[in-house]
T-cell receptor, first 108, second 114 residues
Framework: KNEVEQSPQNLTAQEGEFITINCSYSVGISALHWLQQHPGGGIVSLFMLSSGKKKHGRLIATINIQEKHSSLHITASHPRDSAVYIC??????????FGTGTSLTVIP | DVKVTQSSRYLVKRTGEKVFLECVQDMDHENMFWYRQDPGLGLRLIYFSYDVKMKEKGDIPEGYSVSREKKERFSLILESASTNQTSMYLCASCPSGVGNYGYTFGSGTRLTVV
């Protein structure tokens, strides 16, 4: 059983489309981390949030603590957004629990 | 620019070899972590360390050990490599207030054991 579930597992979109990736978790958390992993392996941090909403460029992350749910939105998607997007939750201490990722492909 | 550096991007080792994966961070972070990543399984924690010479087992420590002799360096050791240890290995670090900052990851080491 995984404490963090992401949907969809795979997503293909046309360039310009609005994209939503979902993350649900089953434990109490103090923070949620959205990460991006490009082919080749390196993982970069997109957002850390514990409430509400954050925006950076074309990326928006929201979290609903009561519903134990977070979404990552990408507006005006572009082929360079193609990557695996990973949700991780901080549940006690300094250790994150990771979802298995959503693989996004944006077609020109 | 702050960094977590892993010594090798790609590594091929033979079954039974002792393998060292090195991770160095330049951010003076207290916490360091080793994960392996396999298709469909996500990131799984092998070991972590809260301080120099401190280590804690993660979810899948069997077949691995670690060493943290200096704050900036956290080494993962495969005592006797086996084919089921073929994987992507990722090192991460964070300050003690991880809820504010999250993890910084290295670029990963793709290990193949033949």
């Amino acid at each position: 059983k995984n404490e963090v579930e992401q949907s969809p597992q795979n997503l293909t979109a046309q360039e310009g489309e609005f994209i939503t990736i979902n993350c649900s978790y089953s434990v109490g958390i103090s923070a949620l981390h959205w990460l991006q992993q490009h082919p080749g392996g390196g993982i970069v941090s997109l957002f850390m949030l514990s409430s509400g909403k954050k925006k950076h460029g074309r990326l928006i992350a929201t979290i609903n603590i009561q519903e134990k749910h977070s979404s990552l939105h990408i507006t005006a998607s572009h082929p360079r957004d193609s990557a695996v997007y990973i949700c991780a939750v901080l549940h006690g201490g300094n250790q994150f629990y990771f979802g298995t990722g959503t693989s996004l492909t944006v077609i020109p | 620019d702050v960094k977590v550096t892993q010594s090798s991007r790609y590594l091929v080792k033979r079954t039974g070899e002792k393998v060292f994966l090195e991770c160095v961070q330049d951010m003076d972070h207290e916490n360091m972590f080793w994960y392996r990543q396999d298709p469909g399984l996500g990131l799984r924690l092998i070991y972590f360390s809260y301080d120099v010479k401190m280590k804690e087992k993660g979810d899948i420590p069997e077949g691995y050990s670690v060493s943290r002799e200096k704050k900036e360096r956290f080494s993962l050791i495969l005592e006797s490599a086996s084919t089921n240890q073929t994987s992507m290995y990722l090192c991460a670090s964070c300050p003690s207030g991880v809820g504010n900052y999250g993890y910084t990851f290295g670029s990963g080491t793709r290990l193949t054991v033949v």
